[in-house]
């Protein structure tokens, strides 16, 4: 039978086409799919039907999709990491540029002069009033990254190609991150510190319990009050009481985001697109192949790639049946899972377990179609999240 995918957002055809439609049906509503393919979309758990077995987020964000009660539940869910990076680095490098020179004001003069059709006067009117929509430079200026992953190490780069000084600060970096990061680039030792020494701030992290309101009223007041904040991150990393008071009192001069918000709109001292960071045909198209890839990798092999909640696995395929496992971080329960193979006399021909927080993953691969009433003892023992069973054939019924 063909596998469900339930598709809750506009995902690139490119990425569709990598799940053939002979062995997958791909649509925006199914009763009992197997997997989630999506993008911004708000999922809440309750919407989350007991036959999932995976999600998919094509993009890097996942605070859409409530990840814990995923785990809990023995439910991987990826993302695309760097898919999308490149795309929102270019946009940071428009916010930069809109942030230190007069464009969109000077832009906006212009409009209001149609009506002065002679030439001659048009031109003695712009030289007269250019002054009015003079920038700075941003060579020579510090840029502060906050979150130095796959954006922020990109934003950093093409700053010092610009010239600009770049101080980052991220207290979680990962080896591969760090090794991908300039040398050029100093360390700021605390947000504080980033935020004191900075003519730009530009924001790449994920939104977390620890990261929402992170960017507060102290933070505003160590601000140089020329500083430029921008946001391409999330919404919810900046507190925007904070924000707006900090813009009102002139201790930052421009706020540029991609999250606008009724408080925010209208205010010639904030510059708002309309959550395009992502927004473009190469990104949406990445994203969108690597989150099928991955989904498919999974469903068709168990395979785990790109997980944020699941440990990275990849076992190639010996035999014809494989069991993927998921269980309670705790001692013993592989152990277990491993005598009731052995009771029925079915060999393992090969098998990796790898674990993550509070979760294990295992994949077993067997000789024998294995009977369902075995999966199902599986399944009742203690710890076990779920049990399933991917080969060539479904398991065999029990003889009476
Ligand atoms: N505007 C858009 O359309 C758009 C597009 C892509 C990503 N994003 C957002 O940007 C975020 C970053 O994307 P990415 O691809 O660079 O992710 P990433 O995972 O590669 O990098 C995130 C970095 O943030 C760091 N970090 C975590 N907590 C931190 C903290 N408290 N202080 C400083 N750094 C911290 C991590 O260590 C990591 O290095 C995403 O989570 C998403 O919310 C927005
Ligand atoms: O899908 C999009 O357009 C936005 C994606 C972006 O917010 C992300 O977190 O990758």
């Known amino acids: 039978?063909?596998?469900?995918?339930?598709?809750?957002?506009?995902?690139?055809?490119?990425?569709?086409d990598r799940l053939p439609r002979d062995e997958y049906e791909i649509a925006s509503e199914f009763a009992q799919p197997d997997a989630i393919l999506l993008r911004s979309h708000k999922l809440q758990a309750e919407d989350i039907a007991d036959s999932v077995l995976a999600i998919a987020r094509a993009g890097a964000g996942v605070n859409n999709i409530p990840v814990d009660s995923c785990t809990a539940r023995g439910i991987p869910v990826f993302n695309t990491p760097g898919a999308n990076a490149n795309a929102v680095?270019?946009?940071?490098?428009?916010?930069?540029?809109?942030g230190s020179r007069g464009i969109i004001e000077g832009s906006e003069y212009v409009a209001t002069l149609k009506t002065l059709r002679d030439k001659a006067e048009l031109n003695q009117t712009l030289e007269a009033q250019k002054k009015r929509f003079k920038g700075n430079e941003l060579t020579g200026k510090t840029l502060g990254v906050v979150g130095l992953g796959a954006i922020g190490s990109m934003v950093a780069e093409m700053a010092l190609t610009l010239g600009m000084e770049v101080v980052g600060y991220d207290p979680a970096l990962s080896v591969d991150a760090a090794w991908r990061l300039p040398r050029e680039v100093r360390k700021a030792d605390t947000l504080s510190a980033l935020f004191s020494r900075s003519d730009y701030i530009t924001l790449h992290l994920p939104v977390l319990e620890s990261t929402i309101?992170?960017?507060?009223?102290d933070l505003f007041a160590v601000m140089q009050p020329h500083a430029c904040l921008l946001n391409f991150a999330r919404q919810e990393i900046v507190d925007e009481?904070?924000?707006v008071a900090a813009l009102d009192e002139r201790?930052?001069?421009?706020?540029?985001?991609?999250?606008?918000?009724?408080?925010l709109i209208g205010r010639s001292d904030v510059i708002l697109t309309p959550h395009i960071g992502a927004s473009t045909d190469e990104a949406?198209?990445?994203c969108a192949i690597m989150a099928a890839d991955q989904l498919r990798d999974f469903l068709e092999s168990g395979n785990i790639r790109n997980s944020v909640n699941f440990p990275a696995l990849h076992l190639e395929r010996v035999s014809g049946y494989r069991l993927a496992v998921t269980n309670t971080?705790?001692?013993?329960?592989l152990g277990s899972i491993l005598a009731l193979l052995a009771e029925q006399n079915i060999n393992v021909v090969d098998m990796l377990n790898k674990s993550r927080d509070e979760i294990a993953y295992n994949?077993?691969?067997i000789d024998t179609l294995p009977p369902e009433s075995l999966l199902e003892q599986m399944r009742q023992l203690e710890g076990v999240v779920n049990v399933r069973l991917i080969g060539n054939g479904k398991p065999a019924k029990d003889a009476g």
Do not use: C, T
């Not at 309101?213 to 009223?217: D, K, S, T, V, Y």
């Not at 201790?251 to 408080?263: E, G, Q, T, V």
């Not at 971080?329 to 329960?333: D, G, K, L, W």
């Open 1 to 16: 039978m063909a596998k469900r995918i339930l598709k809750l957002n506009q995902i690139s055809l490119l990425g569709l």
């Open 89 to 98: 680095k270019e946009l940071v490098a428009v916010g930069l540029l809109l």
């Open 213 to 217: 309101g992170m960017i507060n009223a």
């Open 241 to 243: 009481e904070a924000l």
């Open 251 to 263: 201790k930052l001069r421009k706020y540029i985001a991609d999250f606008p918000s009724p408080d």
């Open 284 to 286: 949406e198209d990445n």
């Open 329 to 333: 971080n705790v001692p013993r329960i």
């Open 363 to 365: 994949l077993i691969d």
